[in-house]
């Protein structure tokens, strides 16, 4: 017979194996306390790593198969930020999710510094986060540059 053989993929039927065991662990382990389900850090946090992991470009990765990095052959160099702006490698984006994170975690140090103005820390605490955002706004700027090159402005690099 002249069927097509095509091979089952087991990696999603793997995957909710894998939640439903985490999520039976966490029942099983917490019981019938389930408040850390009513914290808003908790949600707070899970949504910033998603939205980390989307905005970096994880999703357009995981669609296009793209590769981690490219290693030149003629001089062994490793570059883990392609060139152009049609093309991107994971490591970029790991790169750019953890730039993205800083800069979120410098905000956040700004945002409550003011909330306890008798804290003699709260100063530093608004400068390092002042310093954390324009550093590596900086360096988001600069990657950025490197994938457009015609792009004209930049800020510390």
Not at 109 to 129: F, R, T, V, W
């Amino acid at each position: 017979s002249s069927g097509i053989n095509a091979e089952y993929g087991y990696t999603n039927a793997i995957l909710l194996g894998v939640f439903l065991f985490a999520v039976s662990g966490t029942l099983l382990l917490k019981g019938n306390s389930l408040d850390f389900l009513y914290k808003w850090k908790y949600w707070a946090i899970t949504s910033m790593f998603i939205m980390f992991a989307m905005t970096s470009g994880q999703m357009w990765l995981h669609i296009r198969g793209a590769p981690f990095a490219h290693v030149d052959r003629a001089s062994g160099r490793t570059s883990f930020i392609h060139g152009g702006s049609n093309m991107m490698f994971v490591a970029e984006s790991y790169i750019v999710a953890v730039v993205n994170g800083i800069i979120c975690f410098g905000f956040i140090l700004m945002a409550d510094a003011p909330k306890d103005p008798n804290n003699p820390n709260s100063k530093y605490m608004a400068y390092g986060g002042l310093g954390l955002v324009v550093v590596f706004f900086s360096i988001l700027l600069a990657i950025f540059r490197l994938k457009h090159r015609a792009y004209p402005y930049s800020l510390l690099f």
